[in-house]
């Protein structure tokens, strides 16, 4: 069973504008939730990562924003530029075992100039 | 190196043939794991190595599917009388230890005919 649910599947943005994602979780023991972006044929890259915590981390364009109550976190990308166009997957594990990460399915993100 | 090496890149095999996917992590990193990248899908959790510790196998699909990782670098991913599902990307990522960032390698794309 898929752990961690994404949406949306694909989203289209134009130059400029802000991307956001979503992520939902059920297993309430999660407690570390990273971003990773993959453009095709590169394998994954940490992009950013939150901790239950904060409700919310910036680093430059990259914002996660996390509720726990709801047990949602998301990805918003300000400025959307072309070179952001690529597969965004938000991911979750605990912390005694951070290694063992339970993906989402995955948002493709196409920046039209 | 300076990233996660993976080979080959690309196989076809026929089906019920077996074959070998080989990771080398990056120097230092004593945590290295597998994951499974099936088309349209997430990353699904296949095996983890930390140092001299028994391997996490949980994620292993069927017991066609073996890893092995020799002098706590090198892993190899075997799988046995592959199937047509077994068709995806196979990642390889490593890190300095459990709970720190995880580097992924670019795949071995694996189509099984």
């Known amino acids: 069973q898929q752990q961690v649910k994404q949406s949306p599947q694909s989203l289209i943005v134009q130059k400029g504008g802000i991307s956001i994602i979503n992520c939902a979780y059920e297993?309430?023991?999660?407690?570390?939730f990273p971003w990773y972006q993959q453009f095709p044929g590169k394998g994954p890259a940490l992009l950013i990562a939150?901790?239950?915590?904060?409700s919310e981390k910036k680093e430059g364009r990259f914002t996660i924003s996390f509720n726990k109550s709801a047990k949602q976190f998301s990805l918003h990308i300000m400025d959307s530029q072309p070179g952001d166009s690529a597969t965004y997957f938000c991911?979750?594990?605990?912390?005694?075992?951070?290694?063992?990460?339970?993906f989402g399915a995955g948002t493709t993100v196409t920046v039209r100039a | 190196g300076a990233g996660v090496s993976q080979s080959p890149s690309n196989k076809v095999t026929e089906k019920g043939k077996d074959v070998e996917l080989r990771c080398d992590p990056i120097?230092?990193?004593?945590?290295l794991y597998w994951y499974r990248q099936s088309l349209g899908q997430g990353l699904e959790f296949l095996i983890y190595?930390?140092?001299?510790?028994?391997?996490?196998k949980s994620g292993l699909p069927s017991d066609r599917f073996s890893a092995e990782r020799t002098g706590g670098s090198v892993s190899t991913l075997t799988i046995q009388r592959t199937q047509q599902e077994d068709s995806a990307v196979y990642l390889c990522?490593?890190?300095?230890?459990?709970?720190?960032?995880?580097?992924f390698g670019e795949g071995s794309w694996l189509t099984v005919v």
């Open positions: 990522a490593s890190s300095g230890n459990s709970g720190n960032t995880i580097y």
């Open positions: 991911a979750a594990s605990r912390r005694s075992n951070d290694y063992k990460l339970s």
């Open positions: 939150i901790r239950p915590d904060v």
């Open positions: 297993n309430t023991a999660f407690d570390y």
């Open positions: 190595f930390q140092g001299n510790s028994a391997p996490d």
């Open positions: 120097s230092g990193h004593t945590a």
